[in-house]
C-alpha cells in the first residue's frame, strides 16, 4: 500500500505562483519501488468532475500536459526522495481547486491521463487563485 500526502496550497493573487508536492511512502514499499511508479496530478474544482492536469513518467524522461496548464506549469520528480512536485506558474483564477496527486505501479506504460488508470490518491490540497 502507498500513501501519497500532498502540500504547497494556498490562497494567491491571480499572475502568482505556487509549487505543490507529493510525498509517497509505504511501509511495505520501499523508495526504488516508488521510483517505478507513473505519478501525475489532477483537480477537482466544485461541481466539476477530477481533471487531468499533468503526468510524468516513471523516470521522468516523458510528460503530458492538460492543454490549459500547458506552458505555465511544469511537473517534476526526484526519485531519491520519492517525492513529486508541480510547479504553477501564471495561475489564473480558473485554476482554482482541489489538486490531486496519483501513483500507479505500472510505471511501464509511460504516462497516464485518465483518473481510473491510477491506484493511488492523495487526499488533495486546496489552491485558491483570486482575481
Known amino acids: 500500500q502507498v500513501q501519497l500526502e500532498e502540500s504547497g496550497g494556498g490562497l494567491v493573487q491571480a499572475g502568482g505562483s505556487l509549487r505543490l508536492s507529493c510525498a509517497a511512502s509505504g511501509r511495505a514499499v520501499s523508495t526504488y519501488t516508488i521510483s517505478t511508479y507513473a505519478m501525475g496530478w489532477f483537480r477537482q474544482a466544485p461541481g466539476k468532475e477530477r481533471e487531468f492536469v499533468a503526468a510524468?513518467?516513471?523516470?521522468?524522461?516523458?510528460?503530458m500536459y492538460a492543454d490549459s496548464v500547458k506552458g505555465r506549469f511544469t511537473i517534476s520528480r526526484d526519485n531519491a526522495k520519492a517525492t513529486m512536485y508541480l510547479e504553477m506558474n501564471s495561475l489564473r483564477p480558473e485554476d482554482s481547486a482541489v489538486y490531486y496527486c496519483?501513483?500507479?505501479?505500472?510505471?511501464?506504460?509511460?504516462?497516464?491521463?485518465?483518473?481510473?488508470?491510477?491506484?493511488?490518491w492523495g487526499l488533495g490540497t486546496q489552491v485558491t487563485v483570486s482575481s
Open positions: 496519483a501513483a500507479d505501479p505500472e510505471g511501464w506504460r509511460g504516462v497516464l491521463s485518465r483518473p481510473d488508470e491510477y491506484d493511488y
Open positions: 510524468i513518467s516513471w523516470n521522468g524522461g516523458n510528460t
